[in-house]
């Protein structure tokens, strides 16, 4: 299974990101795996930040929750993340992963820096 993030790379603070995984190798539907966003601020540890699982049930960080929505295309494969109200400390390397007893498979990881 591989997962490609995309996305600008440059985000205006107020403004909503939006990023999309697609999956490749395996169903975003197949039971028992949960597909996921992850960050990592700069000189910080990751974040956990959301996931959806096969039945298109979606669970959040209570941190993130109120600016966060995870969403899913079945017909493309893919999942997307969309983060309002965005701020300089929503800059991060934004990954989105795989999980079946664990986050086993990442993306590459995409760069999201937010300025205006």
Do not use: H
Not at 13 to 39: A, D, H, K
Not at 58 to 76: A, E, G, H, M, Q
Not at 82 to 97: E, F, G, H, I, K
């Amino acid at each position: 299974v591989q997962l490609q993030e995309s996305g600008p790379g440059l985000v205006k603070p107020s403004e909503t990101l939006s990023l999309t995984c697609t999956v490749s190798g395996g169903s975003i539907t197949t039971n028992s795996v949960v597909w996921g966003w992850i960050r990592q601020p700069p000189g910080k540890e990751p974040e956990w930040m959301g996931a959806i699982d096969a039945s298109g049930t979606t669970y959040y960080n209570p941190s993130l929750k109120s600016r966060t929505s995870i969403s899913r295309d079945t017909s493309k494969n893919q999942f997307t993340l969309q983060l309002s109200s965005v701020a300089p400390r929503d800059t991060a390397v934004y990954y989105c992963a795989r999980s079946s007893q664990g986050w086993s498979t990442w993306g590459q990881g995409t760069q999201v820096t937010v300025s205006s």
